[in-house]
């Protein structure tokens, strides 16, 4: 294990922007007699809660002012949160906004566009959190669904969503917002076909009885619309249309945009008539600084107020700055390397199961990934809803020697790894790393780095043994990862199970909370056990802030919301 440890050296960080890219594609969790059991597993270095999360339910006819959704096993590195960092509207209305907060964004703003391409991006999402409001939000210490547009939702049957909205609620041009505008944000995603539309693929109509009442029905029963209803940005319906509103855009939420420079700056000013009373700061600067080097000389000297995405080996030098705080958080964000199911070689799942003995998991997070990761213990964070802890598979060399002799594997058997360079942090070495530990079981192993174009073709097509690659699991409820990537029909790692697909279009079929994270923690242990890849870190997010700012909470979907944030002087 020591060669191995040697071979590990820092080097260039890359951001976890792949995680972004990808989970508009990926994720994943698997049983049998050579699945870790609790006498031989290695003890992971950070363990979540031994417990799996045992969700209140939510009966599927009752009103809901506060519907519970999906309550956090708590890491114990560092408090949850939930998917919207800052339950807006608790400032109170005789607060005076004051100070400006000046944010390092580390990826680029392509688009304000809550609807369309760039809707699941970091910065659209992040920067949209203030311009706009959503029917729900998060809660950001219990990770309950709170009111927010909405007042209340109900569900009169299995398909049938009803939300009464707040009636003191406008857009920045002081018109209200009403039901229409309700449904034409999600009539502008359906017809956009963007990432955000499979979240509503399933939505048939949107009747609008009154001003305040959004009755949305869908084709089938569906138990995930809340999640999604805390992405859903929305827009006024007779402006969004017109083909400059988006350099500029209207919302209802607590902060204007006052100057948006594309790839460069985007400015917020407080929105005083806000109905949630006015937020905290004056202004919000938005400063798009992709570049590590640039955004690490910002916070440390000052030039800035708050950023994220660190590499590891900047974490010592600004925990040394006494004017900063550096708060590591959980995230919906984790690394997974697939095996193949269609290939001969993975088609056995003892082989499979060969490769995640063969890595030791823990080094690579104490060598590696220092401070941006812990031990990943099911195929989906701790954070998210229908997480369930699952024995960690043990380092064993042996054992993976064995497997794979068991599955008619033969020394040398040649496989292929693929990844791309911005797949996440640390990526190159990692798959350095692991190819080293599988060519030292036997197999022959080619490291296969490919532009990021090349390798989403290739992935898409399951042109590859092996690949490597980041996830997020943006709303936070295990239906974005699980269902969308693991049923039988979505083919995306040659692995079917019909078992497998009926826990998990069940648990999106139904609005009873508790029996769907009981579904999801069977569905982690299927995948978990029948290996359909190696889940091997859950990652961390560094938030760094100057010492001046305070009522900054820290959300693991990585869309934080300054609202509630002050600066002093």
């Known amino acids: 294990m020591q060669a191995h440890e040697r071979t590990m050296k820092r080097r260039s960080f890359l951001t976890l922007a792949g995680a972004s890219a990808a989970a508009a594609i990926l994720a994943a969790c698997g049983g049998s007699s050579t699945a870790p059991t609790a006498t031989t597993a290695a003890k992971p270095t950070t363990a979540a809660s031994g417990s799996s999360a045992a969700p209140p339910s939510a009966p599927a006819t009752t009103v809901a002012t506060a519907a519970p959704a999906a309550p956090q096993v708590a890491p114990t590195v560092a408090p949850t949160a939930a998917a919207a960092s800052v339950v807006v509207g608790t400032t109170t209305a005789a607060k005076q906004p004051s100070g400006t907060l000046r944010v390092a964004h580390p990826n680029k703003v392509l688009s304000l566009d809550p609807t369309g391409a760039n809707s699941l991006e970091g910065p ?28 209340k939702w109900t569900t009169p049957d299995p398909q049938t969503w009803v939300f009464t909205l707040r009636t003191d609620a406008k857009f920045h041009d002081g018109n209200p917002v009403t039901s229409k505008d309700v449904k034409a944000t999600l009539m502008r995603i359906m017809d956009k076909k963007g990432p955000i539309q499979p979240l509503w693929a399933t939505l048939d109509t949107v009747d609008t009885p009154d001003p305040q009442t959004a009755a949305m029905k869908f084709k089938s029963p569906i138990g995930t619309v809340l999640a999604s209803a805390a992405l859903l ?28 420079k594309p790839d460069a700056e985007v400015d917020l000013d407080a929105n005083t008539s806000y109905w949630g009373g006015a937020p905290s700061l004056q202004s919000i600067i938005f400063r798009i600084i992709p570049e590590t080097v640039a955004r690490i000389t ?43 199911a269609k290939r001969p070689v993975f088609a056995d799942k003892r082989a499979r199961q060969a490769l995640v003995y063969a890595v030791d998991v823990d080094s690579i997070i104490k060598n590696l990934l220092g401070g941006i ?21 043990a380092y064993d060399p042996k054992k993976a020697q064995q497997l794979l002799a068991d599955a008619g594997v033969k020394p040398g058997t040649e496989v292929d790894l693929i990844w791309q360079p911005t797949g996440g942090p640390q990526v190159t070495e990692i798959a350095d790393a692991i190819v080293s530990y599988w060519s030292a079981v036997g197999l022959k192993v080619k490291n296969d780095q490919q532009e990021s174009g090349v390798w989403l073709d290739n992935l898409i097509k399951l042109n590859w043994d092996a690949d490597l690659q980041t996830n997020a699991v943006l709303t936070g409820d295990a239906d974005f990862t699980l269902r ?41 242990k299927i995948i978990w056990d029948d290996a359909v890849g190696l889940f091997p870190v859950d990652l961390l997010e560094n938030y760094v802030y100057s010492k001046k700012v305070s009522g900054f909470i820290p959300p693991p979907s990585g869309i934080p919301s300054f609202a509630n944030v002050t600066v002093a002087k």
């Open 233 to 260: 940005n929305i827009l006024p319906a007779d402006k969004m249309d017109q083909a400059d509103f988006f350099s500029k855009p209207i919302g209802s939420g607590p902060y204007k945009v006052t100057a948006y």
């Open 484 to 524: 969308r990537l693991y049923v039988s029909t979505a083919n995306r790692n040659g692995y079917a199970n019909p078992e497998l697909d009926k826990l998990l279009n069940d648990a999106a079929g139904t609005t009873d909370q508790k029996q769907r994270a009981t579904q999801y923690a069977q569905a982690c």
């Open 298 to 340: 910002s916070i440390d000297t000052g030039e800035i107020d708050l950023t994220w995405t660190i590499p590891p080996d900047q974490l010592p030098k600004l925990k040394q700055n006494t004017n900063l705080t550096v708060t590591p958080t959980p995230t919906y964000s984790y690394y997974f390397t697939w095996m193949n």
């Open 124 to 151: 659209t999402l992040t920067i949209g959190r203030h311009i706009f409001d959503q029917l729900v939000v998060r809660d950001p210490t219990t990770g309950e669904f709170k009111p927010s547009l909405a007042t």
């Open 373 to 393: 990761g812990t031990r990943a213990q099911a195929p989906i964070p701790a954070s998210v809803f229908g997480f369930a802890p699952q024995t960690p598979y």
